[in-house]
Each structure stands twice: as C-alpha cells, then as structure tokens.
C-alpha cells in the first residue's frame, strides 16, 4: 500500500491540527495504521494506532485526551487529530501500514511508510 500524509505546518501552542493520511493500492480495511513522530536528534515514537475496521485505537500514553486518531475506509483515508498541541509535539509525522494489530507500536513491524509530514508548534 502507497502512503501520502499532509496537513503538517506552523502553528502556536494550543491550537489544532488534522493530518491526514491517503492510501492506494491495496485493499485499505485490511491494515491496521499507525501514526509514528520523529524528533530532531530523537528516535521514531509510536503516536496512535488504529485496527483495520476503526474498531480499536491504542495511543501513546502522554498523549491520550489530545490527540485522536480515525480513519475512512471508503475514502482509504486515515486521520490525526491533534489538539492543544505543544511546543515538544514538534516533529516529522508518519503514517504507516501493518497487518498485524498486534505489533502495532512497533516501527520495525510497519510495512509501508508514507513520506513525513512536519509539524512545528512554537511557543
């Protein structure tokens, strides 16, 4: 499956952001989607993860009740929903594609990768 996340940019502490994440290629339900962030001079984190069906989602702990994950199979279409976004929520974001739920925070068990998109948020 082939990946193209957007609606990164430059915002102020406190306000909102809704990436987006679209898919071709494959048949999108059968993947769970992941979102992951890249840090300057950090590793890879695992940010949200939602199953194929919409059904369960999983977050990073420090993270929960401001950012929310979703996603529209017909429109093969995953989003991340980011709210009172802080300056240490700076980085790349990735969306990514595994078949296995339950490998879900792990980066290496991703199969596909879209191109990041960066989100800045100053103070």
């Known amino acids: 499956v082939q990946l193209q996340a957007s609606g990164g940019g430059l915002v102020q502490a406190g306000d909102s952001l809704r990436l987006s994440c679209a898919a071709s290629?494959?048949?999108?339900?059968?993947?769970?989607m992941g979102w992951f962030r890249q840090a300057p001079g950090k590793e890879r984190e695992f940010v949200a993860a939602?199953?194929?069906?919409?059904?369960?989602?999983d977050y990073l702990d420090s993270l929960k009740g401001r950012f929310t994950i979703s996603r529209n199979n017909p429109r093969n279409t995953v989003y991340l929903q980011m709210n009172s976004l802080k300056p240490e929520d700076t980085a790349v974001y990735y969306c990514?594609?595994?078949?296995?739920?339950?490998?879900?925070?792990?980066?290496?068990?991703?199969?596909?990768w879209g191109r990041g998109t960066l989100v800045t948020v100053s103070s």
């Open positions: 939602i199953s194929g069906g919409g059904s369960f989602t």
């Open positions: 990514a594609a595994t078949g296995y739920w339950v490998n879900r925070k792990s980066p290496d068990d991703y199969d596909s």
């Open positions: 290629g494959r048949t999108f339900s059968n993947y769970a």
